[in-house]
């Protein structure tokens, strides 16, 4: 098993960067690659970005997130981060960070509680 725990969030003022963290831990190894998710208020759960924990570091964004964060990893420490850039309102959300398990190729099987953001103008 693997537990994730997020860390970081808060309020925000619109154009202030903010960082996230997440932090794995339980049986580490077994993970291939994490991910940040979020949700915003009445809205579907979308993804932000994900980054390979083994075999390289192969680092993916949709087109609508792309510029908008930097994910980045620290392997020895089993974490991820979330950098976000210049935030906007439409950034209010709970992210959460997820991890698949080797050697799945799609979907996560473990999620962290999330940490709320909220984007003040």
Not at 45 to 65: N, Q
Not at 84 to 96: I, K, L, R, W
């Amino acid at each position: 098993q693997v537990q994730l725990r997020e860390s970081g969030g808060g309020l925000v003022q619109a154009g202030r960067s903010l960082r996230l963290s997440c932090t794995a831990s339980g049986n580490t190894d077994s993970i291939s690659e994490m991910g940040w998710f979020r949700r915003a208020p009445g809205k579907e759960r979308e993804l932000v970005a994900t980054i390979a924990m083994s075999g390289g570091d192969k680092i993916y964004y949709p087109d609508s997130m792309k510029g908008r964060f930097t994910i980045s990893r620290d392997v020895a420490k089993n974490m991820i981060f979330l950098q976000m850039n210049s935030p906007e309102t439409e950034g209010t959300a709970v992210y959460s960070c997820a991890a698949r398990r080797a050697p799945n190729l799609i979907g996560y099987n473990y999620w962290g509680q999330g940490t709320q953001v909220t984007v003040s103008s």
